[in-house]
T-cell receptor, first 112, second 112 residues
Framework: EPEVTQTPSHQVTQMGQEVILRCVPI?????FYWYRQILGQKVEFLVS????????KSEIFDDQFSVERPDGSNFTLKIRSTKLEDSAMYFC??????????FGQGTRLTVV | GESVGLHLPTLSVQEGDNSIINCAYS??????FIWYKQESGKGPQFIID?????DKRQGQRVTVLLNKTVKHLSLQIAATQPGDSAVYFC???????????FGSGTRLLVRP
C-alpha cells in the first residue's frame, strides 16, 4: 500500500539553527501539506502546496518557514531559525484531487 | 505523535461493545469531513469520510453520521476491538480550501 514517508523520525536541534524536514508523498498525488502537533494539542495546518507553489498557509507559517519540492519526489519543510516553541511533531500529508489526505508517521522536532 | 492531553475526553468501552465518538464542527460552509485515528507515536490514519450532501456513510465496522443542522459529526465503531484503542480526530474542510481543520480528539480505551 502506498504511503507517505518522512525523515528523520526524530530531530534534535539547538535554538537558532536551521532544520529541514523531508517527506516523500504518495507518487500520484498532486497536493502536499505540512501539519504540526504540539504535545497534548490538536493537529494544526501549516501549509498546502500545489503545482509547485503554496496554495494556502496558516498564521503559524511565518517567514521562518518555507517549503520546497526540489525534485519529482521530495517535499521539504525548512525552519530557518528554530525557536523553543517550534518543538512539535511535524506531519507531511498528500492527497489527490478532492480526495482524503494521507499522513506520514511524522518527525518529532525537539528544539533545545 | 502522542496526542495525549490533560483535557482529552476519554471514552472507555468493553471489548465487543459499540462505540460512538462525537464531534462538533465549527464552519457551516465545510463540505467534507474525515475521521482519523491516531495511535501513539504515529501519524493520523484515515478511517472514513463523508461529504456534506450525505448524512450517513458506512465502512467496514464504522459508520459516520453527519447532522448539518447542528454541525455535528459522529463515528460509530461496531464490535470494538482492542486494536481500536487510539485517539480519534474529526477534521473538516471548506469548499474553497484543501486544508483540514482538526477537532480536539477523543481517546478511546477498549477494556478486554
Amino acid at each position: 500500500e502506498p504511503e507517505v514517508t518522512q525523515t528523520p523520525s526524530h530531530q534534535v536541534t539547538q535554538m537558532g539553527q536551521e532544520v529541514i524536514l523531508r517527506c516523500v508523498p504518495i507518487s500520484n498525488h498532486l497536493y502536499f501539506y505540512w501539519y504540526r502537533q504540539i504535545l497534548g494539542q490538536k493537529v494544526e495546518f501549516l501549509v498546502s502546496f500545489y503545482n509547485n507553489e503554496i496554495s494556502e498557509k496558516s498564521e503559524i507559517f511565518d517567514d521562518q518557514f518555507s517549503v520546497e519540492r526540489p525534485d519529482g519526489s521530495n517535499f521539504t519543510l525548512k525552519i530557518r531559525s528554530t525557536k523553543l516553541e517550534d518543538s512539535a511533531m511535524y506531519f507531511c500529508a498528500s492527497s489527490g484531487w478532492l480526495a482524503e489526505a494521507f499522513f506520514g508517521q511524522g518527525t518529532r522536532l525537539t528544539v533545545v | 505523535g502522542e496526542s495525549v492531553g490533560l483535557h482529552l475526553p476519554t471514552l472507555s468501552v468493553q471489548e465487543g461493545d459499540n462505540s460512538i465518538i462525537n464531534c462538533a464542527y465549527s464552519n457551516s460552509a465545510s463540505d467534507y469531513f474525515i475521521w482519523y485515528k491516531q495511535e501513539s507515536g504515529k501519524g493520523p490514519q484515515f478511517i472514513i469520510d463523508i461529504r456534506s450532501n450525505m448524512d450517513k456513510r458506512q465502512g467496514q465496522r464504522v459508520t459516520v453520521l453527519l447532522n448539518k443542522t447542528v454541525k455535528h459529526l459522529s463515528l460509530q465503531i461496531a464490535a470494538t476491538q482492542p486494536g481500536d484503542s487510539a485517539v480519534y480526530f474529526c477534521a473538516e474542510r471548506g469548499d474553497s480550501s484543501y486544508k483540514l481543520i482538526f477537532g480536539s480528539g477523543t481517546r478511546l480505551l477498549v477494556r478486554p
